[in-house]
Structure formats: C-alpha cells, structure tokens
C-alpha cells in the first residue's frame, strides 16, 4: 500500500485510494443493457464556483439505445470495447473504442448504444447518483502509512 499526501493552503491531505474499483463488480439493473456506476465524488471549495466531481464507470452491452440530455459537462474515455454515441446535434454516430476520449457539454444530447459492448471511465461535474455497488470496505485506511 502507498500512502501519498497532496497540500492545500499548506496542509497536508490524504488522498483516497479504493481497491478494487474495476468494472467486474458492477451489476446491470434488472432489464437493462446499461449503467453508470460513480465510485468517488468531491465538492470543490478551492476555486470561485465550487462544483462537483464525480467519477466512475459507464458499461454498456448490446440492446436498446439510451438517449441523454446533458445538464452538466461530462468526459468519457473508452476502455474496453466500443460504445456509439449519435449526436443530436449533428446527426453524426461516433465509434468511440478503446484509447477515445469525448467531452459532452450541458445541452449535449445524445444516444449511446453498442453492437457488442463498451466500457468507459468518466468524470462528471455533479454530486453521486448512482453509487458504485460491492466498494464497501475497499477503501485504504489512510491512518497507516507506507512502509517504503
């Protein structure tokens, strides 16, 4: 385990580790082919408009399309598979696979689907909807210290 510190204001601050956020551990909801699942979510204070981040995962299989009006700014990058996201704007479908990187800003509206499966990484400017299941307990003690 590593313990590392960041500063704010000249005060240390530990940082929050979590073992074991992968992408196994998400379940689907009942009937769906899609979910998000938000693993971490901070409130900033440190800048002129705190706001939220989040972060986590998307996981998407094949079935029905999942349409999505934006009402904060959003990033995704693409691990594994492939996730299609039809821009309303545009009318164009994006191919997004692994090493893809989109940013959807408030008033974006599109469709994600996939003709197998994707999975993304995302960060969000909005508090936690949709907690990551089974991380109970996988958070590092941030009172023991590395031993390096």
Excluded: W
């Amino acid at each position: 385990m590593v313990f590392a510190t960041s500063t704010v204001s000249g005060n240390p601050v530990p940082l929050t580790i979590i073992k074991g956020a992968s992408s196994e551990f998400i379940p689907f909801p009942a009937g769906e082919n899609a979910t998000v699942a938000d693993f971490h979510s901070i409130r900033t204070s440190t800048t002129d408009s705190p706001s939220y981040l989040t972060s986590g995962f998307y996981k998407i299989e094949k079935g029905k399309a999942y349409p999505l009006d934006y009402t904060c700014e959003e990033t995704k990058y693409v691990i594994s598979g492939q996730i299609d996201v039809l821009d309303e704007a545009t009318g164009v479908t994006h191919h997004l696979v692994p090493g893809d990187f989109a940013f959807f800003y408030v008033g974006s509206k599109v469709q994600f689907s996939t003709k197998s499966a994707g999975l993304a990484f995302y960060a969000v400017t909005r508090p936690v909807k949709a907690a990551h299941p089974n991380l109970a307990g996988r958070e590092e003690d941030v009172k023991q210290k590395s031993k390096l």
